[in-house]
């Protein structure tokens, strides 16, 4: 379609998709060196939330290393990096009790001192003032949905703000093709598994020398509480119940802002029993006694979820291909021990951001920045996830109770002798979809009923992640094979995407013949792209709706 339609275009230095900690720093980046140099280079960011900041969901507790370097005066600045961290607590937990892990045992990379709670998607909001301070283009609910290239094949730019598509895939009454916007670089920063960093992957092989990316789903909460329980600066960790010793995963709780609790559990998506819900786990965790005091009383008031990068050093693909740079979580910087993943992404779009400058100043286009490559295997990002290499591998191949010991071992060997592991480098077997089990071989999971206080249903959840979609418009949520999810997906599986979702956005239902059929509540998706990465087929392709739809989050 994207052949056929004429479209405006507008032409740019640097076009970046993604508003995201990693698009906004190599935007602000590129326009401090402009400045510093007296040069004119222009620079747009395409985002497809409603606003910037809309689709950021994260724990967070937020290192502030890259902020230190790329907004020094961040502090006098107003950054809403809220709430300095005042006590960390490591909890194992039982079914019924705890025991806590005393804090200066654990690697010094696992504490929290020095750290700040907030929310990122405040962050990000803070961040765009700065960088359209600085003159970049910022243009939110412009969803980039389609790649155009050049004759020599470089990547030359997006397709953005296409609407009006209506259900039967045709042009409705209010159809906009919406625009080309074409840069001599394109930095695409969408985040986990975005759909066009997904396609450019596999268009240039990208990964072809890394192992496959892994993943967690993180199912969050954000509550106010009274203030008498409020322990701003508290900062709780837990592994252990309820998840099982195979299933990896943890939790986190932090009190900061305004009698603001940040709750959620975060499942490693090679989990094999398919009858698992992370959704129903998590509402069954805040039921624990050392959790459920936290919030008593207290009121939620926003819910989301996200999928998580978890592969670390090993399944880093190749960050340039001709013509552009994928930055942050598109390429999956997080570091998995530390839970942290915002300032190594900010630093990579750094890095991308100084090596598309310098090439555009050069008179270079659509060629490969070589320099963000280079720049990143030297870089403090690439030293911290060497260091944390095997923690993924050990926890999935020993389990959590063995596991995490041996993670820790590790962290502290990798500290002392500057990145040596006594493992070396070992080896994401196989992705989290073929992790997936046949249903017939694990025993069905009976959660409890939600209270409707402390726990809650999927639908009554989704309400305050205030998702919104156009009600005519095709579902960005492709099968591409019905009859496979109906052998496979629901005769093998027993139709896990019922559970792994958790947004209630699949279901098998009677099709009034006497058998099920799929059905896709596309209205209810929060973006997570647990569908994307966990469907055993991979039969489900996630692709960006029209922009700003999707989620709302405030303050998360």
């Known amino acids: 379609m994207s052949e056929a339609v004429e479209r405006e275009s507008m032409d740019f230095d640097v076009v970046i998709v993604g508003a995201g900690p990693a698009g906004l720093a190599a935007a602000i980046r590129i326009k401090q060196m402009a400045a510093e140099t007296g040069k004119d280079v ?154 066009l960093a997904k396609r450019l992957i596999r268009e240039f092989k990208l ?173 403090w990002v690439a030293k911290e996830l060497k260091k944390v290499r095997n923690a993924k591998p050990l926890w999935t191949k020993f389990g959590t109770y063995l596991g995490i010991p041996l993670m820790g071992l590790d962290l502290w060997i990798s500290t002392i002798f500057g990145g040596f592991s006594i493992f070396g480098t070992m080896k994401h077997k196989k992705t989290d979809a073929k992790s997936l089990e046949p249903a017939a071989k694990h025993k069905k999971i009976v959660y409890p009923k939600p209270d409707g206080v402390i726990s809650f249903d999927r639908l009554t959840s989704v309400a305050f992640s205030f998702t919104n979609h156009g009600e005519d418009q095709p579902a960005h949520l492709k099968v591409l094979d019905l009859e496979l999810q109906k052998k496979s997906e629901l005769g093998v599986y027993g139709g896990p995407s019922n559970r792994y979702c958790p947004a209630g956005v699949y279901e098998w239902i009677e099709d009034g013949k006497g058998g099920q059929k799929f059905q896709i509540n596309a209205q209810n998706c929060v973006h997570c792209k647990t569908c994307d990465i966990k469907d055993p087929n991979q039969n489900i392709n996630w692709v960006t709706p029209e922009g700003g739809g999707g989620p709302n989050y405030p303050n998360m």
């Not at 670089?185 to 759909?195: A, K, P, T, W």
């Not at 900062?235 to 932090?254: A, D, E, I, R």
């Not at 919030?295 to 960050?319: H, N």
Request: charged share 20%; hydrophobic share 35%; glycine share 14%.
């Open 42 to 195: 222009s620079v747009v960011v395409l985002e497809k939330g409603s606003e910037v900041g809309a689709h950021i969901l994260s724990g967070a507790v937020m290192d502030p290393r890259a902020m230190n370097e790329l907004i020094p005066d961040w502090k006098e600045k107003g950054c809403p990096f809220e709430t300095p961290v005042k006590h960390d607590t490591f909890l194992v937990l039982g079914q019924e009790g705890s025991i806590p892990l005393p804090v200066f045992l654990m690697p010094p990379m696992l504490q929290n001192h020095g750290m700040y709670i907030g929310s990122l998607g405040n962050v990000t909001r803070w961040m765009a003032k700065q960088a359209e301070e600085l003159g970049v283009e910022i243009y939110p609910g412009f969803a980039a949905s389609d790649l155009t290239y050049r004759e020599d094949g470089s990547l030359k730019g997006v397709i953005a703000g296409v609407m009006g598509i209506g259900k039967d895939g045709e042009p409705g009454p209010d159809y906009s093709p919406g625009m080309e916007l074409n840069g001599k670089y394109v930095l695409i920063g969408e985040g986990v598994r975005g759909s």
């Open 207 to 379: 990964d072809k020398d890394s192992q496959p990316q892994k993943f967690g789903i993180g199912v969050k909460e954000l509550w106010q509480v009274p203030a008498d329980q409020h322990k701003p600066g508290y900062v709780q960790h837990t592994f252990g119940w309820p998840l099982s010793n195979n299933t990896g995963g943890g939790s986190f709780m932090y009190h900061f802002g305004d009698r603001y609790v940040t709750i959620g559990l975060v499942v490693h998506l090679n989990y094999k029993n398919p009858w698992l819900s992370p959704f129903e786990e998590f509402q069954r965790f805040k039921h624990h006694p050392d959790v459920i005091k936290h919030l008593k009383g207290g009121e939620r008031i926003s819910y989301g979820a996200r999928a998580i990068t978890e592969g670390g050093w090993q399944s880093i693909p190749k960050l340039t291909f001709p013509g552009g740079a994928l930055i942050g979580c598109s390429a999956g910087f997080v570091n998995l021990p530390r839970i942290k993943g915002s300032h190594n992404a900010m630093k990579t779009g750094m890095l991308a951001g100084e090596a598309a400058f310098e090439a555009v100043t050069q008179g270079r286009q659509g060629d490969e920045l070589k320099a963000y490559s280079e720049a990143f295997k030297t870089s």
